[in-house]
């Protein structure tokens, strides 16, 4: 009887084993989780919205990036184009300014063959 009574015993510390410590509880680190729960629906439990996700924070990083490149490329555009532009005003400035003063020297020269000779 005393060995019928220790196989007993043997039988309910490994069936208390197994469930306390079994495959159920293997990878999500705690041996007194949930029952059936596996580690995909752990983290998904676990995350509560969309800025939890790091895959949506990266992208959303990313996006942000992109974006602030863009504007700095056509800040930088922008800037070159008013540069050129300004470059242009002040190469007619100089070219009218030229003509100008040519067209003051010959009102003052007296030399001038057409004036009265």
């Known amino acids: 009887m005393g060995r019928l ?10 069936v208390l084993l197994w469930k306390a410590f079994g495959p159920q509880t293997w990878g999500n680190g705690s041996p007194f989780g949930r029952r059936g729960v596996t580690k995909k629906k752990s ?25 602030r490149r863009a504007q700095e490329a056509k800040e930088a555009e922008e800037a070159e184009r008013k540069r050129r532009q300004e470059l242009r005003e002040q190469q007619r400035r100089e070219a009218r300014g030229d003509d100008k003063r040519d067209n003051e020297r010959d009102a003052q020269d007296p030399k001038d063959p057409k004036d009265g000779a």
């Open 5 to 14: 009574l220790l196989f007993f015993l043997v039988i309910v510390t490994i």
């Open 43 to 67: 983290q998904e439990i676990t995350r509560k919205g969309p800025d939890d996700d790091p895959d949506f924070l990266w992208n959303i990083e990313k996006e942000r990036f992109k974006q």
